[in-house]
């Protein structure tokens, strides 16, 4: 993100909002360490991108990282690894970080070029036909949960092996039975625990992802 005076004040404000959560994490305020600091500085980075983007103080408790997410994210982008995304909408919001950083591949579900199929959602179809190409992708499902149940179907046979999935799908769906899958999978997540979420969360969380790997590998 191509960041403009006015962008680092109002994130001055959400680090304000929030309680100064940097600042007190490194102060050794061991009370506030225990009640906040389940997000890394990194993670903290990526929860006020989401709360920018969306103006919704609520996502400080609702993102969830399992393990190793940052850093596989941070190891996918830097090889270059193809991401595909459910939506166009999250295409669009990252294309000028990817081009201006590592230039990955960025593909769209709804686009891809496949053949009908009644019994499936087109963005269920396209995300089949694009996980089976690149089965060692950056997977992010903002919208449509019938992409992620793809996704979660093609893992348990075997047939791919995601460095990433982000999942933010806006619907009243059981994200705590889908997370404990992938982490039981070993695959590196980023999650909401709420049926909020979108493209807008979905593409800042990315946005994130990139700009930090961009700051290490770049």
Not at 20 to 38: I, P, R, T, V
Not at 70 to 84: K, N, T
Not at 111 to 127: D, N
Request: hydrophobic share 45%.
């Amino acid at each position: 993100m191509e960041w403009h005076l006015t962008d680092a004040q109002s994130l001055a404000t959400i680090d304000k909002e929030i309680g100064g959560f940097l600042a007190l994490m490194h102060s050794g305020d061991d009370s506030f360490k225990q009640e906040n600091c389940h997000f890394s500085p990194a993670e903290y980075e990526i929860v006020r991108r989401v709360i920018y983007a969306t103006g919704d103080f609520e996502y400080k408790s609702l993102i969830q990282f399992s393990e190793r997410a940052l850093q596989a994210s941070a190891a996918a982008l830097a090889s270059r690894s193809s991401i595909v995304v459910d939506d166009a909408p999250i295409q669009a919001g990252i294309a000028r970080v990817v081009q201006n950083t590592f230039a990955n591949p960025v593909y769209s579900a709804v686009e891809a070029q496949t053949r009908p199929q009644k019994e499936k959602t087109l963005a269920a179809w396209g995300m089949e036909t694009l996980a089976k190409r690149y089965p060692e992708g950056i997977f992010v499902v903002g919208q449509a949960t019938t992409a992620l149940t793809t996704l979660l179907d093609l893992i348990k046979a075997d047939k791919i092996r995601p460095v990433l999935i982000i999942a933010t799908p806006p619907k009243f769906i059981d994200m705590n039975s889908i997370k404990q899958s992938l982490n039981e999978f070993s695959i590196p997540n980023i999650t909401i625990k709420s049926c909020k979420g979108g493209a807008t969360v979905a593409a800042a969380i990315l946005d994130g992802l990139i700009d930090l790997s961009w700051e290490a590998y770049g």
